[in-house]
């Protein structure tokens, strides 16, 4: 890895940098995420269910905006917009487009929850589980998306 690093254009340092630690924060702040959550599940705790959902904004979401940036510019840089065959580069703009839905969606049913929880109301068990399910399912398909950048399948 250091062999390629030494090789590599010092122009795509940067960008694959802001790539590869905002993909970093994603899938921590979603691992925390999703301790939290199980967590509050367990405990009925609604600080740990207040934590995860800020974690999912304050963390996640400014992680999933730095990593897509860097991907956009290194794929750029390298020439890699207009590739259609490249398995590990599909596999990555499908899992990074079809998490960030499944990110809005539970940052949209936290917001709620977090609104409701403000207002002095209980927090909606539903609302929990289901964004358990999808922080739980979105780190899955990130951690694929991991797996496919770093052995690059044909």
């Known amino acids: ?7 590599r254009d010092h122009n795509t340092i940067l960008p694959l940098f802001l790539h590869i630690a905002g993909a970093m924060v994603l899938v921590g702040a979603l691992a925390l995420a999703g301790v939290y959550l199980i967590a509050s599940w367990r405990s009925g705790s609604v600080a740990l269910l207040r934590s995860a959902y800020m974690a999912l904004f304050y963390a996640a979401l400014p992680g999933y905006v730095v990593f897509r940036i860097g991907a956009a510019w290194i794929a750029d840089k390298e020439g890699l917009t ?3 065959n ?3 580069l599909d596999i990555g703009y499908t899992v990074s487009d079809f998490g960030a839905l499944l990110l809005i969606i539970s940052l949209v049913i936290g917001g709620i929850s977090v609104r409701r929880m403000n207002r002095g109301e209980t927090p909606s068990p539903v609302a929990a589980r289901i964004v358990t399910g999808l922080v739980s399912l979105v780190l899955i398909a990130y951690l694929v998306a991991v797996w496919a950048m770093t052995t690059k399948p044909t």
């Open 82 to 84: 207009d590739v259609s």
């Open 86 to 88: 490249v398995t590990w």
């Open 1 to 7: 890895m250091s062999v390629l690093a030494l090789i």
